[in-house]
């Protein structure tokens, strides 16, 4: 692997069951991995607030409370704000990376035991399984780990869509140069099965996928909010698709 100290091999394939346990692990951090930024974006927001000046009101009126005393109003609507997002997220991480699908790729990159740079930003080659020895001979003797996957179900309400599901990159990788590769496989699987669009969503945290995707060729469907408590504090949800078709045809020129 001389010559290559600074780049990573990535292959796509399709997942087999040795590979769930990981693929599950790797799902729950990367929704995890965005807790921290959904708290700071909600904690900013004017719900906060009123929340701290109602539970102010609430402990000097009701309980009597002097009102030096009632600051710590703050830290405990801040500690509620943060359970309540993490429960959130954490509900979301268990429910993705448990949900079926029936077609999985992932994403494994060979590299070297000591990198000299971060991993982010190192060269990616993405390589065919099949080709992967031809290329670097000396591939087996790198260090292997699963950095990514992608999943494709049918479409809830739609005939011949698909949607896809769990798509997760380890977050000390790129997210383009392996989410790229990924999702190119994923819709040359739908071209050759006759699946004519696919959708899916992303959260306000999840900018690089949302960029990612309508750098491929996806168009944004609409923009709307799910409630993390009731509907006082929120999060916005993209829904990205694309039409198929269209996407053959810019390949191809």
């Known amino acids: 692997m001389s010559g290559h100290n600074n780049t990573i091999i990535i292959t796509i394939r399709e997942m087999n069951s040795s590979d769930r346990f990981n693929c599950e692990i790797l799902v729950k951090e ?10 700071l974006s909600c904690l900013f927001r004017e719900i906060t607030l009123q929340a701290i000046v109602l539970l102010w009101a609430i402990m000097f009126i009701i309980f ?10 703050i830290p405990i ?16 991480a268990m429910e993705l990376s448990k949900v079926p699908v029936e077609q999985t790729w992932v994403a494994e990159s060979y590299e070297p035991l000591f990198l ?13 399984e099949d ?16 950095v990514g ?22 977050t000390k990788y790129s997210f383009e140069k392996v989410g790229e590769p990924l999702v190119n496989c994923l819709l040359e ?7 004519y669009t696919v959708e899916t969503t ?16 996806f168009t944004m469907k609409q923009i709307y909010h799910k409630q993390v408590i009731g509907s006082s504090v929120q999060y916005m949800k993209s829904q990205l698709g694309m039409n198929l078709e269209d996407w053959i045809q810019t390949k191809n020129k």
Request: hydrophobic content about 45%.
């Open 30 to 39: 990367y929704i995890l991995h965005f807790i921290n930024e959904a708290f």
């Open 64 to 73: 009597g409370i002097p009102l030096f005393f009632c600051v710590t109003s």
């Open 77 to 92: 609507v801040i500690v509620v704000m943060y359970f309540c997002v993490y429960a959130t997220y954490w509900n979301c």
């Open 116 to 128: 000299r740079c971060e991993k982010q930003e190192m060269d990616y080659v993405v390589v065919n």
């Open 131 to 146: 080709l992967l020895l031809n290329r670097f001979p000396n591939a087996k003797s790198l260090r292997r780990n699963l």
């Open 149 to 170: 996957t992608v999943g494709l179900v049918n479409h809830r309400f739609l005939d011949n869509c698909g949607w896809i599901n769990r798509m997760a990159v380890n």
């Open 189 to 195: 699987f739908c071209v050759n099965k006759g699946i």
């Open 202 to 217: 992303s959260t306000e945290c999840q900018y690089t996928k949302r960029e990612l995707l309508l750098k491929m060729g």
